[in-house]
């Protein structure tokens, strides 16, 4: 912060006649640099005065034109102060000098600016002590009249407060930062006309800036429950997808990966599922237009696929990402509010010199977890028990693993197929400069990737896939001189290719002695011995291909129509599209299938708008600073989506639909629109008491007519008490404790489209006309089907000891979903087999959330951080009248989590038969109730070391769970023609044996048995796990070499992401809960360097 003023020559020249005082007094702030100074009197600068002086003395100027005008003047420093003559004392009052006594109050004007010279707005000053105060403007002006030894308390979002003292013509600084920072302040003539006051960044993370809804806030100041992951988080991860840098960082947000495919999809809950059966996602905005995260992807029999959008957005061009997760942070978004907000913002060009920055690395990747299967002398004993067992005689034809194929073979399929390395590389540039009125920035990307699998695939059949994807965005914004006139414009385009296998990963369950895939000439190999297989190389010849392109699009528009009062119109349009087409050629199937080759393509397109004008008035009032905010949003969303399923006779023309034989076309278009009025009014009484408000009218095309609009709303309030002078003085060490809390409604309408009319099909139809079969009744239209609304209600404490070194953070959630949006099953006779309406049924999610941050050790060149945070989560079904009179009855259970499911309670091993027993087998029997994949505990640790220009980042990722045992993915009961995990050994073979499985066996009642198991209580298993998630090592080149190099700056690193997992789960990753596509550990080294 600094405090300047300017001087110029104390001479005036003058020369007219009836000239206006104010015009004088601006002549004498041209040739002087004196400002004049008055208490508001219109009457006072209309006068005239006619005047002849030329390098006249300013007193003798001022003297002649106040003569006899009723007032009298001050000379401070570079002000000039005019004051009324009381009417009693004009006869014997003389002109004003220097030496008298002080006016009751002091103009001052002065202006607000940022490290960077940049003006700052909606600052807030206020005078301590009083209800006196003012907001700075666009510009970053001020102005304010004080008495002498008044106090200024000067604070905006996301800098270190100022506390400044008028003592006689001169400020001095009391509180160079707010506490908790670090940092100081010189006075250099510090006019009280023309004062330059410049705020520094804040370095407490309780003053790093937050994004929150048409708006943005801080830790310290925010009465939301707001979560952020910075840009500087994202760059330590080697990821492709900007939520894989959110696994483990937000509190009270599971973010799942669903496969170890690069360009994979995940999966995010924001604080429980509140709904029974609509859309549980959370809202994603984009620089505030919203952006799908639906699967893109269309699965076909015998496929499985996965693609999402969020995979086309550049992690690099990500400045933050802000999950708001309570009522008082999500209520303005009103119905799609319900399931949590997430805002990412794009990065912006700054003012200073162009610049160029690359950023590149490049790396390999394994897979995280490789099950240990039987080997061939293991598999063979296990083989040959199990015909024991059953009394079965092996034959070629039942066993040609154990007569026909080479029982000395060992093929490691596990090891074949995923020890593998896949190989990655990612390029960055970006291309920012500008200047106070003008910033821009030109970003591009391009990142490569391949699946484990590629290296055996490319070998063996000459396959090539892989992940690629390209990326350019570009923001630019403008300011006016006179800071009236704001412009922001940004946009981006991608470009994500996916090249993948959609065969099954069974392969890795083949015999160790099976075939060789490959004969001498390189040709597939079906069979050996007379006995065929199921070649595991044929897979690869099905294809998986999606093109995705998304584009991007905001404009952000503020003109600041008065002191206070600006208007806004934001928007942008935002558009995914996808172009997939999935290949099972002939040469993928053994030669004797009769089943023709297919092929399957799909366009999906998703096309979103969004317009949203407002006006926002900001001011003080009472001491305190009033924010204002009333607008109004427009949104629309086509989705348009054609899928062919064709066959063909050959592989000749396979994918060309002039050539298919059959074609079956399916179109589904549909749109969405929606609009909605909001208002926030926030108010902030000295940095204490702060009190926020938000309501919201919404209106969607999901629903009936009679029932399109709703309203929602909440409030909260903060109360910062180590602001009170009770804590300041008896407990120094406290330096932040605030109690936050609020309350407030939001509804959900993620529901899909058209779900509320009369729906009709053919299937079923026994009806038919001239060859043509008719249409029956499925779904009844109901006008009053309506908006589910999520009472929320949060309580929270935030702490900080020894100058915000060390901070606590917890907080209690709890909400109450209703009026719940459920497909309700009709009666037979109404004609009708169900219709969709609301049931009152009430779902329950509350949990405690924490996060403790912390500084143990600060040194001029050593610095050591930490992290820890984590939420215990808790769901359940509350209420659901008549449940048992519905469909619902055997899949929802009151006072239990939404997503238990139903098992067969199981008692151990038959000593009589070796084989499992069950307490019964029955579909009735099925009632033992396990909430199965849900998290009651997860949350992640962080590290930070800096020595010097070396800094060591490490993230773990830690969560407590149940999942179904690797058991329920094996395809036979141990003992079949099938590799199992190692641990089947522990197999039951005489009375009195006290083991894991049931004795080996090929089938009959064993296998009955088994299957049983797999749908039991005794496959659920502990998969609670601690992950190495990330480690980051990097070095920034000292600035000597940098300059030495013409160089800005330069870092070197090396990152790795999913080191190693520990955890109880046997037998694949805890994360995936499957012997699918593994997660992927990633070694990569790269560098960035300014240009």
């Known amino acids: 912060m600094q405090v300047q003023a300017t001087g110029k020559a104390q001479s005036v020249t003058i020369s007219g006649k009836n000239i206006p005082l104010k015009e004088v007094f601006a002549a004498i702030k041209q040739q002087t640099g004196y400002v004049v100074f008055a208490r508001k009197d219109d009457n006072l600068m209309r006068r005239k005065v006619s005047l002849n002086v030329s390098n006249a003395p300013l007193r003798e100027v001022l003297e002649t034109i106040l003569k006899d005008r009723s007032y009298e003047f001050i000379i401070r420093d570079k002000s000039i102060i005019l004051t009324p003559v009381p009417a009693a004392a004009l006869p014997a009052r003389k002109p004003a000098a220097e030496d008298k006594t002080s006016p009751p109050l002091v103009p001052v004007s002065g202006r607000i600016i940022g490290a960077n010279g940049q003006p700052v707005p909606e600052v807030t000053i206020v005078v301590k002590g009083t209800s006196k105060g003012t907001t700075s403007g666009a510009d970053g002006s001020f102005s304010i009249e004080l008495d002498d030894g008044d106090v200024l308390h000067i604070s905006a979002v996301g800098f270190v407060p100022v506390t400044l003292k008028l003592s006689g013509t001169v400020f001095q600084v009391i509180t160079p930062g707010a506490k908790g920072n670090a940092g100081g302040s010189q006075l250099s003539d510090p006019a009280l006309a023309s004062l330059v006051v410049r705020l520094m960044p804040g370095t407490s993370k309780l003053d790093e800036v937050q994004i929150m809804a048409y708006g943005s806030t801080t830790k310290r100041l925010s009465t939301s429950s707001i979560a952020t992951v910075t840009a500087k988080e994202i760059e330590r991860q080697p990821v492709s997808n900007p939520l894989e840098a959110m696994v483990g960082r937000i509190p009270g947000m599971k973010v799942q990966q669903g496969d170890g495919l690069p360009g994979g999809w995940f999966d995010i809950v924001v604080r429980g599922q509140n709904s029974l059966t609509s859309g549980y996602r959370p809202l994603i905005l984009v620089d505030g237009v919203p952006f799908t995260n639906e699967n893109m992807a269309v699965s076909f029999p015998g496929t499985n696929t996965y693609n999402s959008p969020m995979n086309t957005l550049n992690p690099g061009d990500i400045e933050s990402i802000d999950v708001l997760k309570d009522a008082d942070a999500t209520a303005i978004y009103g119905s799609r509010g319900s399931n949590g907000v997430i805002l990412i913002t794009t990065k912006k060009g700054k003012p200073g010199k162009t610049s160029l920055d690359i950023n590149a690395y490049t790396g390999i990747s394994t897979a995280t977890v490789k099950a240990k299967f039987l080997n061939t002398q293991q598999y063979l ?23 026909a194929w080479d029982t000395t073979r060992y093929t490691d399929w596990t090891r074949e197929f995923f020890s593998r390395r ?34 055996v695939a490319k070998r063996t059949l000459g396959q090539d896939f892989r992940y690629y994807k390209t990326s350019v965005h570009f923001s630019f914004n403008h300011r006016s001189a006179d800071s009236r006139l704001t412009l922001g414009l940004s946009a981006g385009i991608s470009l994500d290719n996916s090249r993948f296998s959609t065969g099954s990963t069974n392969n890795i369950h083949l015999p160790p002695n099976a075939p060789r895939p490959l004969d001498a000439d390189g040709n ?25 392109t998304a584009l991007t699009s905001s404009f952000n528009l503020g003109y600041r129509l008065w002191k206070g009062l600006q208007f806004k119109l934001t928007g942008g349009y935002n558009s995914v599209m996808l172009d997939q087409l999935t290949l099972s050629p002939a040469k993928g199937r053994e030669p004797t299938s009769s089943l023709n080759p ?12 969004q317009v949203e004008p407002m006006l926002q008035y900001n001011t003080t009032a009472a001491g305190g600073k009033l924010e204002v905010l009333l607008g109004q949003s427009w949104h629309g969303k086509l989705n348009d989506q054609l899928r062919m399923l064709m066959s063909f006779d050959s592989d000749t023309y396979l994918g060309v639909v002039a050539h298919a034989t059959g074609n079956t076309i399916r179109h589904s278009p549909a749109e969405y629109y929606y609009h909605g009025i909001y208002g926030r009014v926030n108010y902030n009484l000295r940095n204490k008491y702060i009190l926020n408000l938000t309501a919201r009218r919404d209106g969607s095309s999901r629903f009936g007519p009679g029932r399109r609009y709703s309203n929602f709303g909440a409030l909260g309030a903060s109360y910062i008490f180590t602001e009170e002078n009770f804590f300041s003085e008896h407990m120094p060490y406290l330096s932040f404790g605030k109690l936050r809390a ?16 009369d729906t009709w099909s053919s299937q079923g139809s026994s009806y038919f006309y001239d060859g043509l079969s008719g249409l029956i ?24 000891f020894f100058n915000d070194r060390l901070l606590l953070g917890a907080n209690y959630y709890r909400s109450r979903a209703g009026s719940q949006l459920i497909n309700y099953t009709l009666p037979a006779q109404t004609g009708f087999t169900s219709v969709n309406k609301n049931f009152e049924a009430v779902i329950l999610n509350y949990g405690m959330e924490w996060n403790i941050t912390a500084v143990p050790v600060r040194k001029k060149d050593f610095e050591w951080s930490f992290n820890v945070n984590g939420t215990i989560a808790r769901n359940k079904l509350a209420a659901f009248p008549g449940l048992e009179n519905t469909s619902y009855a055997t899949r929802f259970f009151i006072g239990k989590p939404i997503t238990l499911l139903r098992y067969y309670n199981y008692l151990g091993i038959s000593q009589e038969t070796g084989l499992y027993e069950f307490a019964g087998t029955t579909s009735k029997d099925r009632n033992t109730l396990v909430d199965v994949g849900t998290p009651t505990l997860y949350g992640g640790m962080s590290h930070t070391l800096s020595f010097k220009g070396f800094s060591v980042d490490m993230f773990f990722q830690y969560v407590r769970q149940e999942l179904s045992s690797y058991l329920n993915r094996l395809s036979a009961a141990p003992g079949g023609m099938s590799n199992q ?17 049931q004795r080996f066996t090929t089938g009959g009642a064993g296998a009955q048995a088994y299957s049983y198991f797999k749908t039991s209580n005794a496959y659920i298993v502990d998969a609670s796990f601690l992950r190495f998630k990330n480690l980051s090592v990097s070095w920034t080149v000292s600035e000597k070499i ?8 330069l870092r070197l690193y090396m990152q790795a992401q999913n080191l190693f997992v520990l955890t109880p789960y046997e037998t694949g990753d805890p994360e995936q809960g499957s012997l699918g596509n593994p997660l992927t550990k990633t070694y990569s080294a790269g560098l960035q360097v300014n240009l």
Do not use: C
């Open 981 to 997: 995990p190692v641990q089947v050994m522990d197999r039951w073979q005489k009375p009195g044996d006290q083991t894991a499985f």
């Open 742 to 757: 609020n309350y407030g409604v939001t509804g959900n309408d993620n529901i899909g489209d058209y779900v509320f009319f």
């Open 1042 to 1049: 940098v300059k030495w190099a013409r160089l800005n700056n």
């Open 777 to 800: 009744t499925s779904k009844l239209f109901n006008a009053d089907y309506s908006w589910e609304k999520n009472l929320k209600l949060e309580l929270a404490l935030d702490l900080g």
């Open 422 to 455: 896949a190989v990655n590389s990612n390029v960055q540039l970006s291309l920012s400069g500008g200047n106070r009125y003008n910033q821009f920035r030109l970003g591009a990307a391009y990142h490569y990737q391949t699946p484990v699998y590629a290296e």
């Open 381 to 403: 004993e296990m083989r040959r028990e199990a015909f024991r067992n059953d009394g079965i005689e092996p034959t070629v034809l039942n066993a040609p693993d154990l007569l």
């Open 524 to 548: 597939l190999v079906w069979e050996e011995g007379g006995a065929t297989y199921q070649n595991p190389l044929a897979q690869f010849h099905n294809h998986y291909n999606a093109k995705n």
């Open 598 to 609: 297919t092929a399957n393509k799909v366009k999906n397109t998703v096309n979103s708008w």
